[in-house]
């Protein structure tokens, strides 16, 4: 695919880059060849182990995309009927489970994108994983124009759909490509029934948006595309995963050992001679010969060192979260549990910086999400506005204290109010505070009317 946009003299990104991805996706899966795959010898011969995993780097993905996109997140339109579309649209594509699954697989692999076209009249979205995704021009760290590859089964025969989205004159136009593929070949053959290969959108922004953590790609500056949020913890990967092996391995081998005499032990005859007889389950018994001068059932027991292998795991998940923005004590309970928003907000915790600066980039993204959503349902120049709600490390009642304080002292009036603490668009709140006044008028008490 890529010596394909080579050919068509577009500029792609280096092969290293995509291979830097296929390790970061081996991470998230949970399982490295490379590291958790390693041969050791017994004494006799070389024997094939194979590391346990906590799949630390899924985890740390998995807060990000629920810190980021949880249940208070929300898209509204300015007008009924044009935020009537919008949900329609979003809920047919069942948009904010697919969407916080892109932002987790975004925070995992460095990139995700949003794709929106018309199929039989109605809007579709795509959800493209960064593997999919190769920029075709880019400006000041911002992609302009960009393909995207999926692999189709058609007749039984695996393809290759390529979906380029490229400016001509100013406005964007969707290029359509169906590949043939026959293992690392492609060839090109005719689009299925009713898929142009040429598409006017007819609109100056893309159809496209780019997702991504707001870190810096420090693999390459100049290159468009996000890294891991991992991406430079991977050691840290391996520590966690070393240490939590040594901690299963220290309760398997201090696993509780019974001697006992073959003198004691009931014995039968086999292929291979006279045995001593155990229950199978009973694993911890161990027969010794007499010659061994044993003459009783004796006990071991292992010293198992849980305290270390806990401290040490500790610690190196307290590394791990902080270096992926999350607080060196994402997972620090205080004497009351986890800690509460109040506590959160009040340190000025990196979390809460961090949450905000990732915002930046999911707002920007699905506004322009909404906008083409709406363009191409007949619906310009609308206004968008996005709730995060923050309900995870944001203090809302602290929010609404300080509103109703400043409305009070005449500071805001009842529009600005119901802007800042129900994250309404302003035509939405000028309505709410004109049906404020009209409760008003008939007697209601100011406090209660504001709270309805």
């Known amino acids: ?193 009713g898929v142009e290969d040429v598409v006017l959108c007819g609109y100056t922004k893309p159809f496209f948006q780019i997702v991504t953590p707001n870190i810096v790609n420090n693999t390459d500056f100049d290159n468009p595309m996000g890294i891991s949020v991992f991406a430079n913890s991977i050691d840290i990967l391996k520590g966690i995963d070393l240490i939590y092996d040594s901690y299963q391995n220290e309760f398997r081998l201090g696993k509780k050992r019974i001697i006992v005499p073959l003198g004691i032990a009931q014995m039968m005859n086999t292929n291979s001679g006279v045995m001593p007889v155990f229950d199978d389950n009973d694993t911890e018994f161990y027969a010794i010969k007499e010659s061994d001068k044993l003459t009783d059932i004796r006990e071991i027991n292992m010293e198992i060192r849980a305290s270390e292998h806990e401290a040490a795991l500790k610690r190196s998940i307290n590394l791990l979260t902080a270096g992926c923005g999350l607080g060196a004590d994402r997972y620090e309970q205080t004497k009351y549990g986890i800690k509460t928003a109040t506590e959160v907000i009040s340190e000025k915790s990196v979390l809460y910086q961090n949450v905000k600066k990732n915002e930046l980039v999911i707002e920007k993204a699905v506004g322009d999400l909404a906008e083409v959503i709406l363009y191409l349902g007949g619906f310009k120049n609308r206004e968008v506005t996005i709730c995060f709600g923050d309900g995870i490390i944001e203090d809302t009642q602290s929010v609404f204290n300080r509103a109703m304080e400043e409305y009070k002292n005449g500071i805001i009036d009842k529009c600005e109010y119901f802007m800042r603490v129900y994250n309404l668009p302003e035509g939405a709140a000028k309505k709410k505070a004109h049906g404020i006044e009209k409760r008003l008028k008939n007697g209601a008490d100011e406090d209660k009317a504001l709270e309805n």
């Open 1 to 193: 695919m890529r010596n394909y946009l080579k050919s068509q003299g577009y500029s792609v990104l280096s092969e290293n880059f995509y291979s830097d991805i296929a390790l970061w996706e081996d991470w998230y899966k949970g399982k490295v060849k490379s590291f958790h795959r390693y041969n050791q010898y017994n004494g006799k011969k070389l024997i094939s182990r194979e590391r346990a995993t906590l799949s630390m780097a899924k985890r740390v993905c998995e807060d990000w995309a629920n810190l980021l996109l949880n249940e208070k997140f929300s898209i509204t339109a300015s007008d009924a009927k044009a935020d009537k579309f919008l949900k329609k649209v979003l809920k047919d594509n069942n948009f904010y489970a697919s969407a916080n699954r892109l932002v987790e697989l975004a925070f995992a692999l460095g990139t995700g994108a949003f794709v929106e076209y018309l199929s039989g009249g109605e809007v579709k979205i795509d959800f493209i994983r960064a593997d999919m995704i190769y920029p075709l021009s880019w400006d000041n760290g911002k992609i302009c124009e960009c393909a995207f590859a999926s692999e189709k089964m058609i007749d039984g025969k695996p393809h290759v759909y390529l979906n380029m989205h490229v400016l001509r004159n100013g406005k964007y136009v969707i290029l359509n490509k169906l590949f043939l593929r026959n293992g690392a070949r492609l060839k090109e053959v005719e689009l299925p029934s």
